[in-house]
């Protein structure tokens, strides 16, 4: 599904190297967690995969079932089946929630070739994926994340990610500012929508959210570079311990 | 205030601009010439007979002859304004036309079953309904279903009146909407009464050359008690060359009445800037509501500045009667230049003045727009919000004036000024004058400038929308209080039109 081979980074406006050299491999179907301290690079691999300005691929590829993503205007990634939950997600003024969605998935559908979604077919399909992720109908209305809790924002995040029906989909600390039944919303959330064809790129801090939502693979992420990759244990082993044996392993 | 809350942008409707957008090629929808339609023109240049030859082809009274002779006089002592911040070449008064009429307007029809089939073609092509049929209103697939509305239609094609509909239908209410010149013939008390009370003759350089050489407009009236019983507007159309558009609009409110009017304008590209030069006077009496929506979808020029419509307006609304209230909203998307500031006299006591406009100037274009706000009645309120949108190499200003004479004892006004600017070579101006000459007045300015977010745009894209998708919704999100201030139809027009005049904006 999704394959980054030597991935180096570099940021457009300073001399600085942010990703150097990613290698990893997410498999359809599968479930991978990556970890990491603070400011190692797990959100900037995040914006070069959906294809956000300043930033610079010096080295590498990513392909997504075998099309260059790094090629792609974003709106082309979106199409193609990659979807990024921001970890902080973008308020938009007087834009009401629901117009974006819908005007987001018909354009994806557009792309795609396929006929636009009638209003009908639209509002049935968003109230009832907006009802399992308890978002009322007021929320559907108001302008997109402005003025949203953090809990509502990555809520709402993740009913995006079900309207579009994503096949690749990257959650960036959607568990960050999450209380406990939202937490567990979200997780149902996400694995309603695991399937054979879809697969999940969860970066977290917490083993609390990877209880929810089991991982088939875990990778630790330390100053640009995954430096080491392995089964569940490997997050309960961070959760216990933290960071420094790990970093001292890989020096 | 109520007009906010009673009209309702219906969720979805982006989407439609989104569509409109996506379905033009070329950025100016509405640029072809109509070359073919055969014009009378009166000689270049204005002077006394070329304001005679005007009032003569309207078949006017002598007493209006008599008026605007009377304001050419003037004008010839007048000199074009400067303050506005405007860089408009000289324009050469002498050197254009002030008549244009399609031949086959020389005999005026009865009926628009009459009207040469071409003239009807211009209007189908703009996507105007010049037959009196129902227009469906909703929006294909909206959540609840609209009730068919009628709106009446008067077309006005370079100077003349080409006609005007559902006109029994109204004057079955007591509603009389005509052109003007029908309206000097067949109503002359109600013009004489009205015109010029409002916009004097005197008023400023192009509203006095206005005075002189209108040749026609719209004229409404709509008598005591009666809510005129479906909308009216106005579609003007310029399409001579090198020809001025001089149109004057009366609306007469009587006292508890109420009316929406609506006005639409287009014209072809051509590489020479064109004039127009418009009057609007509206009157509105005691317990009257009138609200005037504008489109304003001039030939903005090329994108390097050439040719456009250099629009010069006066609109003017006097809020005579006590409770009086009236509601400007404008969409102002075309011409190389605006300079224009509809405004608010709220004389009587408890009267209201409301005013809406967005602003967008791409590429050369200039806007200097904005309002005023006259108070002289007791307890009289105000509300400005202005949207200015700025990208390419444009320059918008906003230009408000709120004054609050010693007698308007406990008045209101709040200002919301916003102004969006999109890459870096545009500029936003705010230039508010404020005056209270009293001591309970109060009076409340708020101004923001913003540049349209990168991170709102890639989150736009990261969801799947193009480029000019995602600045499309994030500048009509920006507009939105001023989208809501209008009827259902131009609200979509208008989104439509936002998308479209930023085209080639970004990237
Ligand atoms: N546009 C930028 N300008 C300057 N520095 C940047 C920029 N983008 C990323 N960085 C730097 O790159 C490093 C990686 O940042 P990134 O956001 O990817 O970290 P992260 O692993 O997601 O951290 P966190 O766990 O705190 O979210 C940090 O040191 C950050 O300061
Ligand atoms: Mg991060």
Redesign the pocket.
């Known amino acids: 599904m999704l394959e980054i081979k030597g991935l180096k980074v570099d940021?457009e406006e300073e001399e600085?190297s942010?990703l150097k050299g990613v290698d990893l491999t997410v498999g359809a179907g599968e479930v991978h967690a990556i970890m990491?301290p603070?400011?190692?690079?797990?959100?900037?691999l995040s914006y070069v995969l959906s294809g956000k300005d300043?930033y610079e691929v010096t080295e590498g590829s990513a392909t997504l079932d075998g099309a260059d993503l790094l090629d792609m205007e974003p709106e082309e990634r979106a199409a193609a089946g990659l979807f990024l939950a921001f970890?902080y997600p973008v308020e938009i003024p007087g834009v009401g929630n629901m117009t974006f969605l819908r005007t987001a998935v018909n354009a994806q559908r557009k792309a795609r070739g396929q006929d636009e979604l009638s209003a009908g077919d639209f509002l049935k399909e968003v109230r009832a994926r907006a009802k399992d992720l308890k978002i009322d109908a007021e929320m559907l209305k108001r302008p997109v994340n402005v003025g949203f809790s953090g809990g509502e924002k990555k809520r709402n995040e993740i009913l995006q990610m079900a309207m579009l029906e994503p096949k690749m989909c990257i959650l960036d600390?959607t568990d960050s500012g999450l209380d406990v039944d939202a937490m567990k919303l979200v997780s149902e959330g996400v694995n309603a929508l695991r399937s054979e064809g879809r697969s999940f790129l969860v970066i977290t801090?917490y083993q609390r959210l990877l209880d929810h939502i089991k991982p088939d693979v875990v990778h630790i992420m330390s100053n640009g570079r995954i430096i080491k990759t392995g089964g569940p244990d490997l997050a309960l082993e961070v959760e216990n311990n933290g960071y420094a044996d790990l970093l001292a392993e890989a020096e | 205030m109520t007009a906010l809350d009673q009209v309702e942008v219906k969720e979805g409707v982006d989407q439609e601009t989104v569509d409109a957008v996506a379905q033009l090629s070329g950025a100016y929808k509405y640029g072809w010439n109509d070359d073919d339609i055969e014009m009378d023109y009166a000689p270049k240049g204005v002077n006394p007979d070329i304001v005679a030859l005007i009032s003569s082809k309207n078949e006017e009274p002598q007493w209006m002859l008599d008026w605007r002779q009377a304001a050419f006089t003037r004008w010839e002592g007048m000199s074009v304004p400067n303050w506005a911040m405007l860089k408009v070449a000289d324009i050469d008064f002498q050197d254009l036309y002030y008549y244009a009429r399609p031949k086959s307007m020389e005999v005026k029809p009865k009926s628009l079953d009459e009207v040469d089939p071409k003239l009807l073609e211009t209007y189908k092509k703009l996507g105007i309904p010049l037959k009196e049929q129902a227009i469906l209103a909703g929006v294909e697939g909206a959540e609840n279903d609209l009730p068919e509305r009628k709106v009446a239609v008067d077309a006005v094609f370079d100077s003349v009146s080409v006609g005007t509909t559902f006109q029994a239908e109204l004057k079955k209410a007591g509603v009389i909407f005509c052109s003007i010149s029908e309206a000097i013939r067949e109503y002359p008390e109600l013009v004489k009464k009205y015109l010029g009370t409002v916009v004097p003759p005197s008023d400023n350089f192009y509203a006095t050359l206005n005075s002189a050489v209108f040749s026609d407009g719209s004229f409404v009236y709509v008598p005591p008690g009666v809510r005129c019983p479906m909308e009216l507007s106005t579609y003007f159309r310029i399409n001579a060359e090198n020809t001025g558009q001089f149109e004057r609009t009366l609306i007469i409110a009587d006292k508890g009445s109420y009316v929406s009017y609506l006005e639409g304008c287009t014209a072809p590209k051509r590489d020479v800037a064109q004039l127009h030069a418009a009057v609007v006077e509206i009157i509105i009496e005691e317990d009257a509501e009138v609200k005037y929506s504008t489109v304003q979808n001039w030939y903005p020029g090329d994108e390097e500045g050439k040719g456009g419509i250099y629009n010069f307006v006066t609109k003017r609304a006097d809020c005579r009667g006590a409770r009086s209230k009236v509601m400007w909203t404008q969409v102002e998307t075309g011409s190389a230049v605006t300079w224009k500031y509809p405004s608010c006299i709220l004389r009587g006591d408890d009267s209201q003045g409301e005013f809406y406009s967005i602003a967008i100037a791409n590429n050369y274009q200039q806007a200097d727009t904005g309002t005023k706000m006259v108070h002289l009645g007791k307890r009289t309120k105000s509300r400005i919000v202005s949207k200015g949108i700025s990208a390419g190499h444009a320059q918008n200003t906003y230009r408000g004036l709120v004054s609050m004479h010693p007698k308007a004892k406990e008045s209101r006004n709040y200002t919301q000024c916003d102004s969006l600017l999109i890459g870096s070579q545009c500029g936003a101006h705010t230039v508010p004058y404020i005056e209270v000459k009293n001591n309970s007045s109060r009076v409340e300015h708020e101004a923001t400038t913003s540049k349209v977010d990168d991170d709102q745009l890639f989150y736009c894209r990261s969801r799947g929308m193009d480029e000019e998708e995602a600045v499309a919704l994030v500048v009509n999100g920006f507009c939105k209080e001023v989208l809501q201030a209008l009827p259902m139809e131009f609200a979509m027009e208008a989104q439509a039109l936002v998308a479209i005049s930023l085209e080639g904006s970004v990237g």
Do not use: R
Not at chain 1, 38 to 44: D, E, I, R
């Open positions: 940021l600085k942010i990491g603070n400011g190692s690079g797990k959100s900037t300043g970890q600390e801090h």
